[in-house]
């Protein structure tokens, strides 16, 4: 049955898409939106891979989603590059809470589909996840309450534990980890103060660690709009980098799972989400309930998984704008996604662990598969990532040297002005 959208929502139709920040996500999303030849601008202040894109029609650096009045900022930069009406994506973390925030501004400019932070912050706000969960019916990981270095010294927690940011909205060395490993009450207490101080103690999450690796980790992926799912579909992550705690994910196939879109939908409804979303579900395999871990309400990672497995979601989302009636697809079942680069480093590490088959992964990487970064129509991306992101290591690490000598010089700096005011000795 197709979905009837309301035309009153859709008098001035978006010419255009405007993508906020983003890196892997924001480069499936230009890629969706030019191969339907659909003009695509971005506004990036960090990851430069898709200004790469031969999608992108034009780019543009921004103060960023964390600068005061940017609301502001964005509504003059539309009026000056003629972009009124044009869809406004955000595509990564700290965007999508900007946008929520300002989403009465910023609609006088631009077509958002997206709810506002009152409603995202329930779910993207892992404090507030667990709550949220437990309201649906849904499990989640057991939170223990610790909000200060003290808690982390006497809490009853059964160990191992993992310590999360609330919100990854800054990099830094807790959010790019995106968790801690605890074992022991000395490691809890010593990465606590870690965490609490590059983010404070009060976005320090303490969870019990559902046991499994990446492998039992499943996603419930969807495009919501009037509190029901236009499409949606499930996935398994396969594999991940690091192998415990993955930064990204490496290795995705759309999967047939009912059980986490049962879950998935009871959280969304609850709030009355709209928008993009991927939630994270891991099966805790000591009773076989499916635990949710995070909610992602912007493009993701494996985003162009979704194109692949039949479920074009940048361009249902711009239906939506026009007006136009869509019709749901079903997703392609055994599509998948790789992140080559990390995927050879994660299915090293476990054939020397012995929990992958050379030739099981030889035989899933020749398989049709959707990159990354690479594209046969778009390819500089894909062939540039690697030296791209040698390069920003290389940055990093000079940065935070020079961060971490910076006090030293400035305290050599004091003791020389002070030795030069203190009077000389008599010889």
Known sequence: MALQVDTDQAVSPATGV?????????????????????????????????????????????????????????VDFAIRHDLQNWLLIPCADAEVKCVAQHLACLRSVFKIVSCDWHVLQKVCDKRLLAETAAAAGIDSPTSYPVRSADDAECVEVQFPVVLKPAMRLQRNAFTSRKAFRANSRDELTRFYRLAASLVGQDDVVVQELVPGGGGSQFSYAALWYGNAPVVEMTARRMRQFPLEFGHT??????????AVKVAGRKLLSLIGFEGLVEIEFKRDARDGSYKALDVNPRPWSWFALCEAAGQDLPILMRNIILGD????VRPRVGQVWVHLSKDVIAATLLILQGDLDLLAYIKAIRRRVTFAAFAWDDPLPGLLELPLMAYRVVCRAIASSAAARLPLRNADAGKIKADRRRPARPC
Request: hydrophobic share 40%; glycine share 8%.
């Open 325 to 328: 009636a869509i019709d749901p």
């Open 18 to 74: 405007v993508l906020l920040g983003g890196t892997h996500g924001a480069l499936s999303v230009a890629r969706s939106f030019g191969r339907k030849n659909v003009q695509v601008v971005l506004l990036t202040d960090d990851h430069p891979l898709p200004k790469l894109s031969r999608y992108v029609s034009r780019s543009f650096d921004w103060p960023g989603a964390l600068s005061p009045h940017v609301e502001q900022w964005l």
């Open 249 to 258: 994910s490496t290795f995705v196939e759309v999967v047939d799972n009912d």
